[in-house]
């Protein structure tokens, strides 16, 4: 599986941004789809996921964030809205046969990362 990121840019505060991850191969169906977000000097951390059962959310976004995936389209999409200067970072999209840890960055897949900054 091959991951394309794109949609980061400059918001200001309050903004909006939507970030897309088009995905090659046959297996994306079969994968959970995540993102994730480093910002300078800090661990890579799990913002967003889809599974068949639902989405998960930490509480840092919760509310802000949407994920969503068009699997016709082999692509899964991430809805930032409210955005704050806090929220900027490098962020990447992931798949993974197993559920996302929320404790430790892993994944089968990464895509390569999209700059997203906000401005105060």
């Known amino acids: 599986v091959q991951l394309q990121a794109s949609g980061g840019g400059l918001v200001q505060a309050g903004g909006s941004l939507r970030l897309s991850c088009a995905a090659s191969g046959r297996t994306f169906r079969s994968r959970n789809m995540g993102w994730f977000r480093q910002a300078p000097g800090k661990e890579r951390e799990l913002v967003a996921a889809?599974?068949?059962?639902?989405?998960y959310y930490p509480d840092s976004v919760k509310g802000r964030f949407t994920i969503s995936r068009d699997n016709a389209k082999n692509t899964v999409y991430l809805q930032m809205d409210s955005l704050k200067p806090e929220d900027t970072a490098e962020y990447y999209c992931?798949?993974?046969?197993?559920?996302?840890?929320?404790?430790?960055?892993?994944?089968?897949?990464w895509g390569q990362g999209t700059l997203v900054t906000v401005s105060s």
């Open positions: 992931a798949a993974s046969l197993k559920p996302f840890s929320t404790v430790v960055a892993l994944a089968d897949y």
């Open positions: 889809v599974y068949w059962s639902g989405t």
